[in-house]
């Protein structure tokens, strides 16, 4: 019996820890991971954690290396073969699809389904595997994080099966795909071509491309998420139809890159790939390699987001809209049909929140001579950069600011990080990414506030992912002023991370040291707090 399975197997019928929790935790803390670990061990398949039962029954991409990186802690040959099995279906162009399908589910458990998708022979040219249906399309390359973390938990039995050996060749060909195929800008960053890649998929960032896009007609699918949660909480059918026609759209030209209509560099999504570069670095050289390239191009990677990124406005990182330099006046003329599409005051909804936009720009700032644009929404896309530890001193100052301020309100009006801007149109405290706060950008962000010296901040934003996980049953997302659960309970990386929080408490040799002549921050490694205090678990 492996360790989630000892564990839930000591849970009472109402989820208590029986007998008296060990020293270094508090009783609420011991049962509250506890019963993370039996929602993991409830979500798993064999072979893999479904992120739900009943909303998301397949493997998702990077849901699997969040939900890894919490089971490290109480099987590391689990969290191990979850990264595995994911690889498994990796294409030979070296992407990583989003999803990888369990042919015992019926078809019209989700959508789209494998058969809209036809992986094996719409994907063939780009190498999809045979023996698996998968999606298309990717999402945020979380991936060698992961790895690496998973690996420090045990080390020991990570060396016995071969598991970095094993991951590193396919983690960095998915890096060389990103780092090639979809450098779609020409300046090194990494492109997301639909939303659903970037995960945080109906964020108001997205509406100005996606008024480019014809939506395919809403009698040409059947949304399954509607059987599973409210409507008003979902994405709107007008959003659904141009997803779908983006997707079919990249199908049927083959899944290759390059000449679709949405082409996004998205700041967080770039950022996990700097990340995973300092973690691949690491892998390396666990394997006997060197790892200075990444860290060099980790560092030139991290330069370029800021290059083309970062506005100071704003006080934050932007996306970039490679395909349309007018970007804004789309999006504002159809903001009723993207956004809450009810009277939020008339559901109760949102009553605790500002009023309508507040000092909202009018036209996209940092507009390029190739046609490309910053989009001006803000999203909390825009603040995970902070979880690199190679950004400029007064970026990450004025990251902090940011979230602290009027904009996400975190420690005021807000203890989970909002997904979108509190003073934005499109502000929904309830409709998935565009205003619920979710655990897995809160997780970044406390990372990153660590990294950069922020640990009372840190410490209140580990506090309050521990008790909203706790308080909603391992909730999807939560409506950020109330805390009020949405979407799915017993979720798989909700369950994951506060079980990883729950056994990584802060310690003060976490904080990062201040290059004061470079003005700059600088850890003590390349990796930043992802090293040695992540080992995981109690093993050595």
Request: proline share 8%; with cysteine.
């Amino acid at each position: 019996m492996d360790r989630t399975a000892q564990l839930t197997a000591r849970l009472d019928p109402y989820g208590t820890a029986p007998g008296p929790p060990p020293s270094a935790a508090p009783a609420a803390r011991t049962s509250l991971a506890l019963r993370a670990a039996r929602v993991l061990e409830a979500n798993w398949t064999g072979a893999s954690t479904v992120p739900s039962r009943d909303l998301y029954p397949h493997q998702w991409s990077w849901d699997s290396a969040f939900i890894a990186i919490g089971l490290r802690h109480v099987s590391p040959q689990r969290a191990q073969t979850e990264l595995e099995t994911l690889l498994a279906a990796q294409w030979a162009d070296g992407r990583v699809p989003h999803i990888v399908f369990n042919p015992s589910v019926p078809l019209d458990a989700y959508f789209p389904s494998p058969d809209f998708w036809r992986s094996s022979t719409a994907g063939r040219t780009a190498g999809a595997p045979r023996t698996v249906q998968t999606s298309g399309i990717v999402q945020p390359p979380v991936h060698a994080l992961a790895a690496w973390l998973v690996h420090r938990a045990d080390p020991g039995l990570s060396r016995a099966r071969g598991f970095l050996a094993r991951l590193h060749p396919r983690l960095a060909a998915w890096h060389r795909y990103l780092l090639h195929r979809r450098d779609l800008g020409g300046a090194g960053l990494a492109s997301v071509v639909h939303p659903w890649e970037q995960g945080m998929d109906n964020s108001p960032c997205w509406d100005a491309p996606l008024v480019r896009i014809t939506p395919a007609p809403a009698r040409s699918f059947r949304r399954a998420d509607l059987d599973h949660g409210a409507a008003e909480d979902r994405p709107t059918d007008l959003d659904y139809g141009r997803y779908v026609r983006l997707a079919a759209d990249y199908r049927d030209a083959g899944y290759a890159d390059g000449g679709g209509e949405f082409a996004v560099e998205d700041p967080a999504f770039n950022a996990l790939l700097i990340a995973s570069e300092y973690a691949l670095a690491r892998i390396a050289e666990e394997l006997g390699a060197t790892g200075s390239a990444r860290r060099a191009r980790a560092r030139r990677l991290t330069a370029t987001l800021v290059e083309r990124l970062w506005d100071a406005e704003a006080g934050m990182f932007l996306c970039r809209d490679l395909r349309g330099g007018s970007a804004g006046g789309g999006a504002l003329a159809e903001r009723g049909a993207h956004g809450s599409g009810r009277d939020a005051s008339a559901s109760g909804r949102g009553a605790a929140g500002p009023g309508p936009a507040a000092g909202r720009r009018a036209s996209a700032p940092g507009c390029r001579s190739d046609g490309s644009a910053l989009l001006p929404e803000r999203s909390v896309s825009g603040l995970v950069p902070l979880i690199l530890p190679g950004l400029p001193r007064d970026t990450a100052t004025a990251l902090v600011r940011t979230l602290r301020g009027p904009h996400f309100s975190v420690g005021e009006r807000t203890r989970l990080v909002p997904s979108y801007d509190l003073l934005g149109e499109a502000f929904d405290p309830h409709r998935y990414w565009r205003g619920p706060a979710w655990f897995n950008t809160s997780w970044l962000l406390e990372r990153g506030l660590r990294t950069h010296g922020e640990t009372a901040a840190a410490d209140a934003l580990r506090g309050a992912v521990l008790d909203l996980a706790d308080a909603t049953d391992f909730a999807e997302y939560v409506d950020p002023y109330t805390g009020e659960p949405c979407g799915a309970t017993g979720f798989s990386w909700t369950a994951a991370l506060a079980l990883d929080l729950c056994h990584r408490p802060p310690a003060p040799h976490e904080r990062q040291n201040l290059d004061k002549s470079a003005q700059r921050v600088v850890p003590p490694t390349d990796t930043g707090t992802f090293d040695s205090s992540d080992r995981g678990g109690d093993r050595g």
